[in-house]
């Protein structure tokens, strides 16, 4: 059973660019969720689909946004990119919303913003 | 203010200790707690999964127990090895709509 895909695994941006992040969840998974972690914040939630619907969000601008497709695959975007925005980006899936479920983690999309 | 922590910050050890991490949580509403590994540079992988009807969790080395009363969970690793060196995280989820993570523990096992 294939795990949690995330693309591209590394990539380098300018301020002012803006990123789009892609996560394939397990197979029958129908929830995708989106983390920032930086060395300062730690792990951060961004946002969370379920069958195509943002369930919940957290604490971020409206610069990140994302949206799930009808095959659960789910995109993360980041416009205006920041210095600040340099992170490992990481999203999980699970076959429940909300953290209800074991959470399975992609190895994540390393930004870094120059 | 729900927030999760986790002492000590790292932790180093001889191979074959065993060891307790620690996460602690200001709300006791969880809904359930799960306890991650992270390599360097990579994902999160899961141990163990806690619902809050429940006590502990065993899977192979790893022992993780649940009291919601007193805001704690234990991580207990029997007989460390360097391949557990790693930082584990906790998280609680409250309403099955917020996942809270604590800051971690980074361990070291030396030879």
């Known amino acids: 059973k294939a795990g949690v895909t995330q693309t591209p695994r590394y990539l380098i941006k300018t301020r002012g660019q803006q990123v789009t992040l892609s996560c394939s969840p397990i197979s029958g998974h129908r929830s995708v969720s989106w983390y920032q972690q930086t060395p300062g914040q730690g792990l951060q939630f961004l946002f969370e689909y379920f069958s195509e619907t943002q369930r919940n969000k957290g604490n971020f601008p409206g610069r990140f946004s994302g949206r799930q497709f009808s095959n659960s695959r789910s995109e993360m975007n980041v416009s205006t990119l920041e210095l600040g925005d340099s992170a490992l980006y990481l999203c999980?899936?699970?076959?429940?919303?909300?953290?209800?479920?074991?959470?399975?983690f992609g190895e994540g999309s390393r930004l870094t913003v120059l | 203010k729900q927030e999760v922590t986790q002492i000590p910050a790292a932790l180093s050890v001889p191979e074959g200790e065993n060891l307790v991490l620690n996460c602690s949580f200001t709300d006791s509403a969880i809904y359930n707690l799960q306890w991650f590994r992270q390599d360097p540079g990579k994902g999160l992988t899961s141990l163990l999964l806690i619902q809050s009807s429940q006590r502990e969790q065993t899977s192979g080395r790893l022992n993780a127990s649940l009291d919601k009363s007193s805001g704690r969970s234990t991580l207990y690793i029997a007989a460390s090895q360097p391949g557990d060196s790693a930082t584990y995280l906790c998280?609680?989820?409250?309403?099955?709509?917020?996942?809270?993570f604590g800051t971690g523990t980074r361990l070291q096992v030396f030879p």
């Open positions: 998280a609680v989820t409250y309403n099955t709509d917020k996942l809270i």
């Open positions: 999980a899936s699970s076959l429940a919303q909300g953290g209800a479920g074991e959470l399975f």
